[in-house]
């Protein structure tokens, strides 16, 4: 393994992000300040003291700046501007005044692999000549001939498919109205790639940085922070790809040495033949992408230290996603190994292992995450048949789960999870135990992968629906219980929303709230998050066993087929399911589909 260049410093067990709890809310979709049915910056600031009691540590908000929302922001038309739909830039100072006040941190979204099509640099593209250096800021090609030699530039000049479905360049028409040049979008067509070599682009993102770090940002979640840089030449390539990356690609076995922890230069580090995206893709996890995030290390570093940067990377192996976070460049990366494990105690203590090893072999903390705004809400994948899979959405059409046994196991997912020593990641409404909303029509759906794959994906509509907070007022209290003039929400909510609104949950003996407030300020309380990882020897995954210390608590999950017993010596503190009410001190036996915390017995 080559030496690298620095040493790798010692985690900085004292930097909040460490460990923190990060809640990630979403913003068109949590709370509704202005009733217009549409979540909202001043919504956020209303129901931080709920988070503030949930204990959480940090609130993410996903994309709330200027956009044409087609793709429910992360289409940003103006870096520096907050969208009228959820506010204005006061509405951001206060929001953020108010967190800070309450001392939470916030983190905000920042998308640089592309912008909106109506961002003023798309637009001025549009307008300006092939080869000029308006062109220059995206990836704009000429395309291929279909008859050769004619020029006619009508077949587009790679393979490469979106990611939403559909091909990955669009041509435009040029203001002599001729079709002229191709130009990228991983993803719609409506969010043109940025060409990362370009020292405008760099200097452009630099200064968004400071724009939201002067405003008192704690930190940024980098979106698609794999895609930015693209292999020279654009070369063809016969892989498919997905935002999860890795589910449906063949896993071959590494024929290459180890990436080397700390920080050095990229070059001598050969991508690695156990990519899961087979062969490796010529637009994700290209080596150019580090250099970027160690400028802006330094950019964070000239504002004092604990501000920070994680990023979304759809990466494997570990080892490959470590890079990301060296410690000259991001501090975390969100850990989607432990998301994709499914309720499976193999899978998951495989994941476990392996994330922890590749964190500690750069020095960093490791994240555990279990749900977010693109993936199927653990509560319902847990209860599918096959409580490993991994869908892409869930329709009426698609098999529809067990919504108990889903959100038993969910409930005790989550208490591993929080158990686990790093930063763990809430997603808006897991704290409620909110299923996937399966059953919604088609004509309300917003999510550009529908429309791209023609509905042969449903998308990610379903785990966006806006939050219930009381269960007796129009729209579930989405709209603060404005009055009952407020507009609908934007996506209908289920039924089964009702009993789980936040009015019904507060204060209830074993609801899946408080189970949360419970686990989080356990956590806190024993210092989970700054703890470590030992297998003990109850922990027997291939019977379904997943048991660990992390300092002097015990957590066993039993995600087998038999009850398990509670070892000798030890009473259970915490239990996932909230039977028997109150009285686990006198539990012997962990029931399937459960999680406990032990400790020794007084
Ligand atoms: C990842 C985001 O989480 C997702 O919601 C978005 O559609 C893509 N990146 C494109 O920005």
């Given at each position: ?9 010692p ?13 990630q809310?979403?913003?068109?979709s949590?709370a ?10 001043s ?7 709920y ?5 959480v540590?940090?609130i993410?908000?996903s ?7 087609a793709?429910?922001g ?53 307008a ?6 308006e062109?220059d800021r ?9 008859v050769?030699g ?6 587009a000049?790679?393979?490469?498919k ?15 109205g001729?079709p002229?040049?191709w ?10 790639d940025?060409n ?11 200064s ?12 940024f ?6 895609g930015?840089v693209?292999?020279p ?9 997905a ?5 449906s690609a ?10 080397a922890p700390?920080?050095?230069t990229d070059?001598?580090?050969?991508h690695?033949?156990?990519s899961?995206m ?10 150019g992408?580090?250099?970027i ?5 330094r950019v ?7 501000r ?5 990377a ?11 976070i060296?410690?000259?460049?991001m501090?975390?990366?969100f850990n ?19 994330s922890?090893?590749?964190a ?6 490791c994240?555990?995450?279990l749900?977010?705004?693109?993936t199927?809400?653990?509560?319902t ?21 067990d ?6 196991r ?7 999870a ?9 997603y ?7 299923p ?9 759906r ?12 449903i998308?990610?509509?379903g ?5 219930p907070?009381?269960q ?10 404005l009055s009952?003039?407020a ?8 039924e ?30 024993q ?5 470590g ?10 019977s ?9 608590v015990?957590v066993?999950s ?10 000798e010596?030890?009473?259970v503190?915490l ?9 686990w001190?006198?539990?012997r036996?962990v ?7 032990l400790?020794?017995?007084?």
């Amino acid at each position: 393994m080559p030496e690298p260049s620095v040493p790798v410093p010692p985690p900085a067990p004292s930097a909040w992000w460490a460990d923190a709890v990060v809640y990630q809310i979403y913003p068109r979709s949590f709370a509704d300040g202005n009733g217009d049915g549409m979540g909202d910056l001043s919504g956020v600031t209303a129901r931080l003291p709920y988070l503030e009691t949930l204990g959480v540590d940090a609130i993410w908000l996903s994309p709330f700046y200027k956009s044409p929302q087609a793709d429910g922001g992360y289409d940003v038309a103006d870096y520096r501007q907050v969208d009228s739909l959820f506010g204005s830039l006061a509405d951001f100072d206060t929001m953020l005044q108010e967190a800070h006040r309450r001392g939470l941190k916030v983190i905000v979204d920042l998308v640089p692999n592309h912008t909106s099509d109506e961002h003023e640099w798309f637009r001025e593209a549009l307008a300006a000549a092939p080869g000029s250096p308006e062109r220059d800021r995206y990836v704009f090609r000429d395309g291929k001939d279909d008859v050769p030699g004619s020029g006619d530039g009508r077949i587009a000049p790679n393979n490469w498919k979106s990611i939403f479905g559909g091909p990955a360049w669009s041509r435009v028409t040029e203001s002599d109205g001729r079709p002229g040049q191709w130009y990228l979008h991983l993803f719609d067509t409506r969010q043109p790639d940025l060409n990362w070599d370009n020292p405008d682009v760099r200097e452009e993102m630099r200064s968004v940085l400071r724009f939201w770090l002067d405003r008192g940002a704690d930190g940024f979640r980098v979106d698609v922070a794999h895609g930015l840089v693209k292999q020279p030449g654009l070369p063809d390539w016969e892989g498919v790809a997905a935002m999860v990356e890795g589910t449906s690609a063949p896993h071959l076995e590494s024929h290459l040495p180890g990436d080397a922890p700390g920080a050095h230069t990229d070059a001598e580090e050969p991508h690695r033949a156990v990519s899961p995206m087979y062969p490796p893709s010529p637009f994700f996890d290209q080596d150019g992408v580090h250099e970027i995030y160690r400028d802006w290390n330094r950019v964070l570093a000239e504002y004092g230290g604990d501000r920070m940067m994680v990023a979304e990377a759809w990466v494997e192996p570990a080892e490959r996603l470590a890079r990301y976070i060296r410690p000259d460049e991001m501090q975390q990366a969100f850990n989607f190994d432990f998301l994709l494990a499914g309720w499976d105690a193999e899978r998951m203590a495989d994941a476990i292992d392996a994330s922890l090893a590749a964190a500690a072999s750069v020095g960093a903390p490791c994240t555990w995450v279990l749900s977010n705004h693109d993936t199927v809400r653990h509560s319902t994948r847990f209860g599918l048949t096959d409580p490993t899979s991994f869908p892409k959405g869930l329709g009426p059409a698609d098999e529809q789960p067990d919504a108990a046994l889903g959100l038993a196991r969910a409930r005790a997912a989550t208490l591993v999870a929080l158990a686990l020593p790093g930063s763990a990641y809430v997603y808006q409404g897991e704290e409620l135990g909110l299923p996937e909303h399966t059953a919604l029509p088609d004509s309300a759906r917003q999510d550009p992968t529908f429309f791209r794959t023609h509905g042969a994906e449903i998308g990610r509509d379903g785990c966006r629906v806006p939050l219930p907070w009381a269960q007796d007022q129009p729209g579930y209290g989405f709209s603060g219980g404005l009055s009952t003039q407020a507009s609908a929400p934007w996506l209908p909510q289920p039924e089964s929303f009702g009993p789980l609104a936040v009015d019904q949950q507060d204060d209830e003996e074993g609801s899946t709230l408080e189970l949360y407030r419970a686990a989080i300020a356990f956590r806190a309380a024993q210092g989970l998050g700054s703890g470590g990882v030992e297998w003990t020897e109850e922990h027997a995954p291939d019977s379904g066993l997943l048991a660990f210390r992390n300092g002097e608590v015990v957590v066993l999950s039993n995600m087998g087929f038999a009850s398990a017993p509670v070892p000798e010596g030890y009473v259970v503190v915490l239990s996932s399911c909230p039977e028997p009410a109150g009285d686990w001190a006198g539990m012997r036996e962990v029931p399937v589909d459960s999680t406990v915390y032990l400790m020794a017995g007084r």
